[in-house]
């Protein structure tokens, strides 16, 4: 029986000693059990403390800003200070990748931060080819097929974290997914998003996350902040905390975790033609018959359901020109922001810490 052990024992340290260790010397004669199994386990402590070198953190500032916006200097000013490698003028998945292929090293980079203005009703900004459809799951998937989007070389390892700061990414796990076949090289990295906003340079904190709640009106039509009001504290029953009709009339955080309100708007537009169609070219008395024209058009009506907005929030307008007709539809977005604050001791921001499952999404 001892016998049987102990060749057992010197089998399995031969096999473990060829899986692992893939550069050693086959021709060896082990002599004793023991000398093989302490080999193995000098080796594997060794292998543990290896430490593969990474590289300076590096950030892509994916957009510019328009107007009175600053979301993307604020960015910058914050990576900079934290003197991460900023890179400009990338604009696209392609792009990114490209640029990473062309400055790669022997040594990976640990962190690989993309900044992108978006919203989970607009969509991120970012493109996906260079001038090419904006990201999307269904955009990010059919570039990788038809071999448009580079294969990304060794910038990455297991490792290495891709953090994408564009509000709500977290949520989007189909999109994640394609992120993570985006950025594939020999090691699959860390696709990381967080599903709440993520806010540069607030009055207290230059950056911390916040949480979004959304409420939509007819653009130039609002129906007033206290009907706004009492429409969003219907929609989440569950958020006690917030006041918000004052939250709606705040622009920004006046103390540490109050709630405060930004605004976009979604414009959408559909032409249709009728220059081979049997049918005639519509017209519309109210806003009401537009509405019914769409839901009852399948094709335009399922971008509504994947958006969850009403089309009655939605101001509808429609044009004809010869055999074309032409709708556009306008609604603003209200998203009220409550700052994440620490739920005991001194009042303060929690610490957007990418390696937080809760307030990150990993993939």
């Not at 062309?102 to 919203?119: A, D």
């Amino acid at each position: 029986m001892n016998k049987v052990f102990r060749k057992s024992v010197f089998a399995a340290a031969i096999i473990l000693t060829s899986s692992v260790f893939i550069n050693c010397d086959r021709t060896s004669t082990i002599k004793k059990n023991e000398t093989a199994i302490s080999v193995i386990h000098n080796n594997l402590e060794h292998t543990v403390k290896e430490k593969i070198i990474t590289r300076k953190p590096i950030v892509f500032i994916t957009g510019f800003d328009k107007g009175d916006k600053t979301f993307y200097n604020n960015a910058r000013t914050y990576f900079k200070e934290k003197e991460f490698e900023i890179v400009e003028d990338q604009y696209s998945l392609e792009e990114v990748i490209t640029w990473l292929n062309k400055n790669e090293s022997e040594n990976p980079y640990g962190e690989i931060h993309i900044v992108n203005k978006s919203n989970p009703y607009k969509g991120m900004t970012l493109e996906t080819i260079i001038k090419g459809e904006k990201v999307t799951a269904e955009s990010v998937r059919k570039n990788i097929t038809k071999g448009n989007l580079p294969t990304l070389k060794e910038s990455v390892n297991a490792n290495s974290k891709i953090i994408f700061h564009a509000n709500g990414l977290g949520e989007n796990i189909e999109l994640m997914n394609a992120f993570k076949d985006a950025f594939c090289s020999n090691e699959l990295p860390n696709i990381i998003a967080s599903s709440y906003f993520s806010i540069f340079d607030g009055e207290f904190t230059k950056h911390y996350l916040a949480k979004p709640f959304y409420v939509f009106y007819p653009t130039a039509n609002s129906p007033g902040k206290i009907d706004l009001s009492k429409e969003i504290a219907k929609k989440y029953p569950e958020e006690k905390d917030i006041d918000w009709y004052d939250a709606l009339n705040n622009e920004k955080e006046r103390y540490i975790g109050e709630a405060y309100t930004t605004q976009f708007s979604i414009p959408v537009k559909f032409e249709l033609d009728y220059h081979n169609s049997d049918d005639e070219v519509p017209s519309f008395e109210n806003q009401e018959e537009i509405i019914q024209f769409i839901q009852l058009k399948e094709s335009l009506y399922a971008d509504f359901v994947k958006l969850q907005i009403p089309l009655n929030k939605f101001r509808w307008t429609y044009t004809i020109k010869n055999s074309s007709l032409t709708i556009s539809g306008n609604t603003t977005g209200l998203i009220v922001l409550k700052p994440l604050i620490k739920p005991y001791g001194e009042l303060q921001h929690i610490e957007p810490d990418t390696n937080n499952k809760r307030l990150y999404a990993m993939n």
